[in-house]
């Protein structure tokens, strides 16, 4: 058997940009843990409201519906303080994506079906009142937005002052990191030979 690999060596970034990709990462990251934990807040101190916000979606059976409507603040604080902290980053990260991406789905649902439902994404919810018209397209523009803040945490974690490097749960060294110029020794440079 034979295995042939690439004469070519890896790209290199310039400096500034493997020092900017980790920050960029700590930036995404605070953004999604700073709405996240903005919008669980404002819907824990009234858990009925929140559940009200969820059956408007008309999406879930009443009971489903409304342990949704319990725990969604709880998760999205737990999750938001995560990622501030920057413990679990990645599996924070893929619960934020996975959140984004169901509120993309939920709303874009109650648009197509015709519903003039408040989001509740920041609390309230429910059935808009007379004269009042739903902002479907800039809260999936919103909520998409922070899908791909959250996707970048994915690829990318954990990023600055975080608790998984400070923890060993992170790599040594960043991926962004990992090829530079000065840097390559000879055991970590790709292997560029003929194996048989």
Not at 19 to 26: H, R
Not at 68 to 76: A, F
Request: charged residues 20%; glycine residues 10%.
């Amino acid at each position: 058997m034979v295995l042939v690999t690439s004469d070519q060596p890896a790209p290199v970034r310039s400096p500034w940009v493997n020092m900017a990709l980790p920050w960029v990462t700590t930036v995404a990251r605070l953004v999604v843990a700073g709405v996240l934990i903005v919008a669980g807040w404002l819907k824990i101190g009234n858990p009925a409201l929140s559940v009200r916000a969820v059956e408007a979606y008309e999406l879930l059976p009443g009971q489903v519906a409304t342990a949704v409507g319990h725990g969604l603040p709880i998760l999205e604080i737990v999750v938001g303080v995560l990622l501030v902290v920057g413990l679990l980053t990645r599996a924070a990260g893929v619960v934020s994506a996975l959140l984004m991406l169901a509120f993309v789905i939920g709303i874009a649902s109650a648009w197509a079906r015709g519903l003039r439902i408040d989001c509740g994404c920041f609390g309230g919810g429910g059935q808009l009142a007379a004269g009042q018209e739903p902002e479907y397209f800039w809260e999936i523009v919103r909520d998409f937005g922070i899908f791909l803040l959250a996707a970048w945490v994915v690829w990318r974690p954990p990023g600055r002052l975080a608790l998984d490097s400070a923890l060993g749960l992170a790599p040594d060294r960043e991926p962004y990191d990992r090829y530079d110029d000065d840097e390559l020794d000879a055991d970590e440079a790709p292997d560029t030979k003929e194996n048989g």
